[in-house]
């Protein structure tokens, strides 16, 4: 599908950009209040289904849709030809279809960190629950049972070691509070500094299965990519102590479901899940896992960023990236931008800040067929000059060069080779 994406435009006499978005789970009031104020036509559908989405926004093709837990596939890109954001209100998005997404020209992009403490709290309450089986206490107690004998029963934390896989936010936080608890930390993150770790007050380990081998308690959170799919696979569970603890807020690709259930079987793992391999889809509210059944597994509703406190930080977050966009096009937490390019050389323009000068620069490249793959202009104090930093595919020869030159709004241009190593 081949649409042509533009960004919303303001209104030069009210300020309002006239921006249509399509929110397609719940938000914060005071959120849609201040995009409403903005001048933006929003939609609330808290309760749009994944498979209701496509329909809907071809219906109402908005510039801009916001989501939370709601899929947003293939075919919900491609029924929008106006759409140009998608942000996900919240850190994960693999809910995303980032390739179709970044195939059509669409920026993605995310709130990081604005649930690091409460998703730090649901790790911390999964912990304690783990240590002292409060779920299983509290549902004999509601059935009339009292075992205090069986129940008396636990190994405790203070002076354990707590292990955390991913330090972002989220693992900072929870290792400030497993300090709290009197535990020693022990950490793997991929950008894991030495200095990083002295002052996370932190232990660095080699790998994540080093992690595994040292902790009583191991915590996740990692991003959810191809590179942490299944990391958490029989291999790493062997390297756990017998009657650790393992615990996950992040996403359920992290963990291979069929080999932790074996391994709470065969080494008595307790286990705290918010996440999982396989959860209902938006607006489904049935639920079937086997390993949530075993003894010493106690899980939540993937309810880790669900608190006023997180969602109102999530919420100003949102906003803020989707005023600075209609502001200024400028993609904040953009997660889908090329990290490399095809991009050989740099072409560097000092040029007058006047009409139809960039043009005709373009214009020579295309006729070299070359091809742009990066771009900025410059402009400085008063706006007489400018100065372009166009990266592009190929080398122009020198007659390319010349030409460019001989534009009487043309300072100079030079070309230099990149280096891509």
Known sequence: MSTTKTQPTADAATGTTGACILIA??????????LRELGCTVHVEADLSTADLPARLAACDPDVLLVRSTKVDKASIEAASNLSLILRAGAGYDTIDLATASASGISVANCPGMNAIAVAELAWALILSCDRRIPDQTLDLREGKWDKKEYGKARGIHGRTLGIIGMGRIGQAVAERGRAFGMKVVAWSRSLT???????GVIACDDPHAVAREADIVSLHVAANAQTAGMIDAAFLKEMRNGATLINTTRGSLIDEAALAEAVDAKGLRVGLDVYASEPSSGD???SNDLIARPGVYGTHHIGASTDQAQAAIANEAVRVIRRYLD???VMNCVNLATNTPASCK??????????VLASIFELVGQAGINVEEMENIIFDQGHAACARIQLGGMLDDSGIEAIRSNANVISASLTPLNTD
């Open 25 to 34: 789970d719940s938000f914060q009031p005071e959120g849609v209040e201040v």
């Open 194 to 200: 030495p200095e990083d770790a002295e002052r996370h």
């Open 285 to 287: 509210k049935t639920f």
């Open 328 to 330: 200024t096009g400028d």
């Open 347 to 356: 072409l560097t323009v000092r040029h007058l800040n006047r009409p139809g």
